[in-house]
């Protein structure tokens, strides 16, 4: 019998204890060995839950507990986050998070101990909930060189731009619908400004390098600039604006970026619509290849932990390998980014047509209706020399990028 502590009785938490119970028989029969909730560490009583029996209050039963060979950490944040799960790993129990703050901030040194100590640290729930990508990108995925990663990484922002372009409504509007609906946190800042997908895109490109990526280097832009007039324009592109994670190889460099991107119907991301995300990994060898689910929830995130229970149970006293150094991979400075930009410039369009080519040269002019103001697309540029053409004709409105 493998036991197991759940540190944190909340979402996640509490669906890793009902998956364990539910699905039982199965897991079992899958993993060869019963895998049983020996104690769930929580500051709260829940009188009547199942989980009253099993519930302890001092993390210290659960360090000490000899019998306890895995522990799963869904309580969220840094601290104790970091604290509990390091003392886990320094006493040879692996531990399996859902938590990407941790993995993000503390990965290498975590990964580290395991390895001293032959047990793992597992976080496959870190990045899309349920989509499978973490163990994928270690396993089947190793023999190639990862070209591109673009990924849908964050549910609540596709669900709001999904909700703007389907129902015309403008972003606080979709905001506020996708909080009553439970999707969105009553604090938005974290999703919408970006924050989230740019701690699970730096997760991602560590592990397909092997370097240490700091979230702090990757440059972030959320949604909350996106208007209904740029989802106009959108539509009359016959294009979608998605909020990307992304990264892609530019020689023996990385660059890494995460901001709204507009997209037409051969994008294989384009049909990625609501709460769903998707991930689109590039390899040298396999092309393409996508992974689509539920990037957020309470069973599909906890079925990503059971998943990795179940692999640290196979691998009592093995350690699996997973590279990712602590020296930093080396970025693409972000001025050296290169794409289209999609452009919307205020005030009279003739004069302003003028001004676009003058500064920006050839571009292709867009016509949504509007005649307080002019939209266009730019050839492929850099963001410095998008800076420079910006402040040069001094009255853009909005720009998004375009991937082709
Ligand atoms: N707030 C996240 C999302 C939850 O909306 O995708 C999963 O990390």
Known sequence: MINVSILGYGTIGSGVFSILNENSDIITKRNGEKICVKSVLDLRAFP??????????????????????????????????????????????????????????????????????????????????????????????????????????????????????????????????????????????????????????????????????????????????????????????????????????????????????????????????????????KGNMVGDVMFYGQGAGKHATASAVVSDIMEASKHLGINIKTIWNPDKLSLVPFKEHNSKFFVRLSGNSEDNAAKALKAFGNVIPIDAGYDDEYAFITMNMSEKAFDKAAREVGNVINKIRIDA
């Open 48 to 281: 009547g839950d199942p989980v009253e029996s099993v519930l302890v209050h001092d993390f210290s039963e659960i360090e000490n507990d000899e019998e306890v060979q895995i522990v799963v950490e869904t309580m969220g944040g840094l601290h104790p986050a970091y604290d509990f799960v390091k003392a886990c790993l320094e006493k040879g129990k692996s531990v399996c998070t859902s938590n990407k703050a941790l993995v993000a901030e503390f990965g290498p040194e975590l990964l580290n101990i395991a390895e001293e100590k032959k047990c793992n640290f597992l976080f496959e729930a870190s990045v899309g909930g349920g989509i499978p990508i973490i163990r994928p990108l270690k396993t089947s995925l190793a023999p190639d060189e990862i070209l591109e990663i673009s990924g849908i990484l964050n549910g609540t922002t596709n669900y709001i731009l999904t909700a703007m372009a389907e129902q015309g409504t403008d972003f606080a509007t979709a905001l506020k619908d996708a909080q009553d609906k439970g999707y969105a946190e009553k604090d938005p800042s974290a999703d919408v400004e970006g924050y989230d997908t740019c701690r699970k895109i730096a997760i991602l490109t560590s592990l397909a390098y092997g370097y240490q990526v700091d979230f702090e280097d990757i440059y972030t832009e959320g949604i909350t600039k996106i208007t209904e007039r740029d989802i106009n324009y959108a539509k009359k592109l016959e294009a979608k604006i998605k909020i990307f994670g992304s990264s892609k190889k530019v020689g023996d460099k990385v660059s890494a970026m995460v901001a709204p991107s507009l997209i037409t119907s051969e994008h294989p991301l384009y049909g990625v619509d609501g709460v769903f995300n998707a991930i689109l990994v």
